[in-house]
């Protein structure tokens, strides 16, 4: 059945259901978000458990990083040919077996296994949601399509709320367990539904293909790893940077995540008024000025940085995307969904980097004299400091492009390309 069972509706393939398919999109989003929250929380427990070093729990975290573009890259070349229903089954099997096998896990390996299943059901979702969002609501798609992405952050929220109130009392393996509630409420929201017909808009991949080489594509794509690595990287090992700083690191990620999702909401005005070059410069100056905060501050103080770290990062990820649908349309929805996966890839090499870099900078603590929660602060700080550097160098990239972009003529209005609906559909592109 279709849409009010008119010809048109029928025709365009839009089932009458869409808004109980748009609500199952949502939670299988929160499922995702909150993946990364409740890691996050519990990542020093699982040190601690399975007596891993900072580079082993980074090559854990990378896992869920490497499965995401993977299936973002399949799901995003086979969404016409096998369809959403397919793709979201597909994610709340690895699901199923991702939160099993990490409950199960007796080691090393069995994270990474598990992890990657997460991670690979993650990239499953956007794959299929953000285009059968599309395919279900033609006449009001950037609208839907921004209700939708702001259940990323949502989730996040809710996963590092449940971490920070629940986590001692249920334990790591609880925290895991409850993200069993979300998967099957989506699994029964989609069993039995008709579904979207694919409506993709036909491109010339050749010319995909070749425009890929274009000289400020591949500069985009180095910044988006560097973008990427601001976001994530700082949010996924919150717990054991701030853990002893004096401040809640669950409640920083809540902050941080909430501010990003009500920023992202209302994305268009600002948007307009710097255009996307802008915004990035702008978001890279605030994110290092939230970065050395956060890595000079303790106790309540840390919540004010989080709050400038919220709006540095804000606007990163869905304006890297829009940067390339409005001034590289040539490569497509493959230029952006590989865009999206560069990413994500970047997280990859930088997890078990950086979990170097705290051991590091924790037994150089311990060697001046410092040790316990003393040795955690120092080395927390120190591992921010470093960070620092990627918007910094941010900050060199971003005002080149800014003053290379200002010569060239915009053919659609800054607003119109960071929501636009056929980037905004691309898989990979939910945040």
Request: glycine content about 10%; proline content about 5%; hydrophobic content about 50%.
């Amino acid at each position: 059945m279709y849409v009010e069972n008119t010809q048109a509706g029928a025709a365009a393939g839009i089932p009458a259901n869409r808004d109980r398919l748009f609500l199952a999109a949502c939670v299988s989003l929160v499922v995702t978000s909150m993946t990364f929250a409740i890691r996050a929380g519990i990542l020093t427990e699982l040190g601690t458990t399975f007596q891993l070093t900072g580079p082993e729990l980074g090559w854990v975290n990378s896992m869920a990083f490497l499965g995401f573009p993977i299936a973002m890259v399949i799901g995003g070349l086979l969404y016409n040919n096998i369809g959403p229903r397919n793709m979201l089954w597909t994610a709340f099997v690895c699901h199923l077996l991702g939160l099993v096998l990490t409950i199960t896990a007796g080691g090393f390996w069995g994270l990474i296994i598990s992890t990657f299943f997460i991670g690979f059901a993650n990239g499953s979702v956007e794959a299929a949601c953000n285009p059968m969002v599309a395919d279900m609501y033609p006449e009001k798609k950037t609208q839907m399509l921004n209700r939708f992405h702001v259940w990323f952050p949502g989730g996040i929220v809710i996963g590092s709320l449940i971490a920070r109130f629940f986590g001692d009392t249920l334990g790591w393996q609880g925290l895991i367990a409850t993200m069993f509630v979300p998967t099957i409420i989506y699994a029964i929201l989609i069993f039995g539904q008709e579904f979207p017909k694919a409506n993709a808009i036909s491109n010339d991949t050749r010319e995909n293909i070749r425009s890929l080489v274009n000289p400020l594509f591949l500069f985009i794509v180095l910044c988006m790893t560097l973008t990427a690595t601001t976001e994530f990287s700082t949010t996924q090992w919150v717990e054991k940077i701030l853990g002893a700083s004096g401040a809640s690191p669950m409640i920083v990620l809540a902050l941080v995540t909430g501010l990003m999702a009500v920023g992202r909401f209302f994305a268009g005005p600002i948007v307009h008024n710097f255009n996307p070059t802008g915004v990035l410069l702008i978001s890279a100056v605030v994110s290092t000025l939230g970065i050395y905060l956060l890595s000079t501050l303790e106790g309540g103080m840390v919540y004010a940085a989080a709050i400038v770290f919220a709006l540095g990062i804000c606007y990163f990820w869905p304006t890297m995307i829009g940067f390339v649908g409005e001034y590289i349309p040539q490569t497509g929805a493959l230029g952006m969904s590989l865009v999206g996966g560069a990413g994500m890839l970047a997280q990859v090499m930088w997890n078990p980097i950086i979990g170097g870099w705290l051991d590091e900078a924790k037994a150089s603590a311990e060697i001046a004299g410092a040790t316990g929660a003393e040795a955690d602060i120092i080395a927390g700080q120190a591992t921010l400091s470093t960070m620092m550097w990627f918007p910094i160098i941010l900050i060199v990239l971003f005002s080149g492009l800014y003053f290379y972009m200002r010569n060239r003529t915009n053919k659609v209005p800054a607003d119109e390309a960071i929501l636009n609906p056929d980037a905004m559909s691309t898989p990979g592109s939910a945040r």
